[in-house]
Structures are given as C-alpha cells and as structure tokens.
C-alpha cells in the first residue's frame, strides 16, 4: 500500500482523535476501528463530557456559550451536512472521539485554523524540505498555523501566523515558485471532541533553496523551535495532527501540476521513498 494511502486510512478514522488527547482531558472511552461512525450501533458508547474551564467562563472572547440555544454564529463544516443531537449538540463528522463537550475548543461544531505550507528542495540531500515549528502545547513538530480570528482572510490568517511564530517577513514570501491551497477539511487533531473538531485550509508555498536558506525566522507565540524538516517517512509519520497527510498530499499534488519545477533527482527519490 503507498504510504500515503496508509496514512489517509488513519485520517479517515481519525486515529488521533481517538488515541490522542490534551493533557487536561479525561480518558478517551474506547472506539474501536469498526465503530468509528455514528450509523453503527455501538450501544455501549458513553464518553465522559468535558468542558474546559477556560471555554465555559464567559469572558473567553473566542469561546462559544455552554448553552449551545445563545449561539449567533452558522455552525457548518467544510465536510459537507452536519448531524446534530437530540439536544442540538453537532456531531463531529468523522465519527465518534470517546468525549463529548468541548473539551479545550472554543466552538462548537468545527473551529476554522489555517496552515501555511512553505517548502523548498534540498540540492544537497536530494530532499523535499518543510518549515515546521516545534509547538509549545505537545512537543511535536508542525506546520505554522492557527485559529481564524473573527473577519480574517485565509491569507491574513497565514500571514499573521507565520509572524507571531516564525517572525517572517511576508515580503519574503512574494513570487514564491509556487502557491497553491492544498487542501480544506476535517483536521485530525487530539483536542478534537465528539462535538468540536478544528477544520483547516493548507496553502502551499514552494520556493527556492537559496531563498529558503536566506530566511530569518525566530520562534514566538505558540512555536518553541523552528527547522527545516527533511521530509522522510519517519518525520512525516510524527508530525502533529493531519500535517504528515497533509504535506505528502501537497508534494504529490506539485510534482503532478507542476513537473517541471521539480529537481528530477528530487522526485525520483521522493516517489521511491514513499511508494
Ligand atoms: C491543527 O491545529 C491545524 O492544522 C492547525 O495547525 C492547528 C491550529 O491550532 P493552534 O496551533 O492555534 O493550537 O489542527
């Protein structure tokens, strides 16, 4: 099976909504593969419910109100009709996470994050590179990325993150080789909850090497480190949340519309890696 169709099989479960989890959270009630979806009868189902302290006191600005009947917002999903509860919960649509509530996210329903996708090739490894930061809540290595503030552009969204974490010169980022949005949809995340996920929109910037070295970049805001990642299975297989779909799903996606901007020496070890 080519690795990325083994890492979408885990997507599409949403492994990591099930087995991963924020350090403030209760166990996750157990979901087996088999029982992910929620038109399978799993009668035995009783996840705990948590609620954040932080999202249930009413001065959180970015929070919604516990009682879900005072929201003012459209609750809908980049995944297509929302289910809801007889108590007119959402339902998360890609099954059943073992909590329910909101658990440390803001909305109910999906919460809208972006992520900003730069890369470049290595001439010297013959590698595709990401820009990832380590993030300060779990440790991990991801894209750059965040939460949608209120009357944001997707761009905006990107740009300012790649600030408060990256401290990037968004000049630095114009004529890029290539930029694309790869991809808009259910995000895969440990804070997800039968009732709140997060929801995300990739761009894809491509740019040169000696433009990717020439960068400066200090972490900041939720970011602890930041670094070139070389893209290997083992990195990919690490990243937090979705991100190791995502960026196979976006280095495919520019090798496919894209053949000529790609080193062939590059390519042809990027297919063999990951076939
Ligand atoms: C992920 O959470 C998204 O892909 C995005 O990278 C991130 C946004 O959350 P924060 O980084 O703001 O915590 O699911």
Known sequence: MPFIDHLYNNYSLHTK??????ASYPKRFLVPD????????????APIEFNAPIVLDPNTPWADPQDITKITHPIFSFEGEIKFTENKWPLNP????????RGVVGKWGANFAVDGIITTENLSTNQFQVLTITRKDTGEIAFPGGMVDPGESIIETRNRELQEELSLNMADLVNPLYEEIIFKG???DPRN??????????IHTHIAYEKAQSLKLEAGDDAVGHQWTDITKEAVENFYGTHGY???????????????????KIKEVFLQFFK
């Open 34 to 45: 088999d029982k992910v979806k929620w038109d399978i009868a799993f009668p035995e189902y």
């Open 246 to 264: 995502v960026i196979l799903k976006a280095f495919y996606r520019l090798i496919e519309s894209n053949p000529n901007l790609v080193n062939p």
């Open 17 to 22: 909504s099930r087995t991963r989890k924020h």
């Open 94 to 101: 890609f099954g059943r996470t073992g909590i329910c509530g």
């Open 186 to 188: 259910y995000a895969d």
């Open 193 to 202: 909850t039968d009732n709140a996920w997060m929801e995300t929109t990739a």
